[in-house]
T-cell receptor, first 113, second 115 residues
Framework: SQELEQSPQSLIVQEGKNLTINCTSS?????LYWYKQKYGEGLIFLMM?????EEKSHEKITAKLDEKKQQSSLHITASQPSHAGIYLC?????????????FGEGTQLTVNP | DAGVTQSPTHLIKTRGQHVTLRCSPI?????VSWYQQVLGQGPQFIFQ???????GRGNFPDRFSARQFPNYSSELNVNALLLGDSALYLC??????????????FGSGTQLSVL
């Protein structure tokens, strides 16, 4: 979706390294969701951010929402092969409602042991 | 508890045929949404149903239709299949209408190949 840009498109890191994935919106964000997907499979919910400046963590994954920049970042600390997959951000835009999320194109993460 | 279940997991059809995909939401969830994910892209919203009524529709042609049953399960129908309909079709369920800040739970999807 051009309304939601993810960067980078793909990322290859060595196990143990930190990494950041960004998600930038061209429209006002009401909520921002992060999902992880294994190739050809369903989406696994990671985190949901509701307010500007909000930061959430789960295990070694931290996500932040910058309301001013309409941008979210997902940071993985000390990456492991189990972190490999496709990371998708999904936006709940202020002008819509319901479970109609607009997704970015995803970031393919490879973690080499 | 069972998660969102979708059937079949894989399907191969030829151009012009019709296909029906099925989804059972998590027990107690009343809202079902359908998404299409073409290879290399993020999922795109197709429909949302709540209490058997269509509550949202994405930018898809009329060849795509859906319905929700009294037990909250749902079917997605696609008529006159085109090669471009080849994709992973994802079903997501949520507790209520999916209003703000509700978590969407996704199934594993149905991989549709149109030859």
């Amino acid at each position: 979706s051009q309304e939601l840009e993810q960067s980078p498109q793909s990322l290859i890191v060595q196990e143990g390294k930190n990494l950041t994935i960004n998600c930038t919106s061209s429209k006002t964000l009401y909520g921002l969701y992060w999902y992880k997907q294994k190739y050809g499979e369903g989406l696994i919910f990671l985190m949901m951010l509701q307010k500007g400046g909000e930061e959430k963590s789960h295990e070694k994954i931290t996500a932040k929402l910058d309301e001013k920049k309409q941008q979210s970042s997902l940071h993985i600390t000390a990456s492991q092969p189990s972190h490999a997959g496709i990371y998708l951000c999904g936006a709940d835009f202020a002008e819509t409602s319901g479970s109609r999320l607009t997704f970015g194109e995803g970031t393919q993460l490879t973690v080499n042991p | 508890d069972a998660g969102v279940t979708q059937s079949p997991t894989h399907l191969i059809k030829t151009r012009g045929q019709h296909v029906t995909l099925r989804c059972s939401p998590i027990s107690g969830h009343k809202s079902v949404s359908w998404y299409q994910q073409v290879l290399g892209q993020g999922p795109q919203f197709i429909f949302q149903y709540y209490e058997k009524e269509e509550r949202g529709r994405g930018n898809f042609p009329d060849r795509f239709s859906a319905r929700q049953f009294p037990n909250y399960s749902s079917e997605l129908n696609v008529n006159a299949l085109l090669l471009g309909d080849s994709a992973l079709y994802l079903c997501a369920s949520s507790l209520g209408l999916g209003t703000r800040f509700e978590k969407l739970f996704f199934g594993s999807g149905t991989q549709l190949s149109v030859l």
